[in-house]
Structure formats: structure tokens, C-alpha cells
């Protein structure tokens, strides 16, 4: 019988925040629920180089907060803007917040648990 040690996983180290980047918390009101647009911001910001955070929240809203360069953060907004407004799409979202919010070191962007 072969005896294995298990290994301490060791924490990521946290990136840190990099020169001029900018935090921003946004939230989306419309057909931002049950229509992959958690996933589908994950895989926008993932693109852009972005760091931060997607959660749906109880009222039917999205909240998610972007981190980056301030032209990674617009270009993901732009995505949300022009996917939003093309025919047929299954994503409708409105920004109904805006908000610039101090940068904080993390390593990348993920979905949160559904805030209810």
C-alpha cells in the first residue's frame, strides 16, 4: 500500500491592484434574470482582462461590480449596451446605477451566489 501525503494547498496570492485601474459597481434592471447573463458578463469581463463580481439580487435586478483599466471597464459596459439593444437578443438590460467605488485586489471575476 503506497502512503500519500496531502499537500497544503497554498492561497493565490492576491494580484494587486494594478496603476490606474478603476472599480465600478453596476446595477441592471430589465431581462437580466434567467437569461445567461450572469455567465454571459463572466465571459465579457474574462475577455477585457477584468476583475470583480455578478450576482442577481431578490428584486430581479443584476448588480455586478467591474474592475480594470477605465477603457476595459467602458468596453465591458459597451458590450452590455450594444447585446442589449440587438434584434432578437435574450439579454435587456437597462444601467440603473453607476457608481465608482475604490479598487480592491483580487484575482478574477466570478458569479456570486443569487443575494436573496
Known sequence: MKWFWQREK???????????AIRRKLRYTGKVQAVGFRFTAQRWAEQRGLTGWVSNL??????L???G??????????????ES?????FIHAR?????D?????????VIRNVNF
Open 69 to 82: 483599466e477605465p477603457s476595459q471597464v467602458q468596453g465591458f459596459m459597451s458590450d452590455v449596451e450594444q
Open 95 to 99: 444601467l440603473v446605477l453607476c457608481e
Open 65 to 67: 461590480e467591474v474592475q
Open 10 to 20: 497554498k492561497p493565490k496570492p492576491e494580484k494587486a491592484i494594478p496603476a490606474g
Open 85 to 89: 439593444s440587438r434584434d432578437g437578443a
Open 101 to 109: 467605488i475604490e479598487p480592491v485586489p483580487e484575482n478574477r471575476f
Open 58 to 63: 431578490a428584486g430581479g435586478d443584476v448588480m
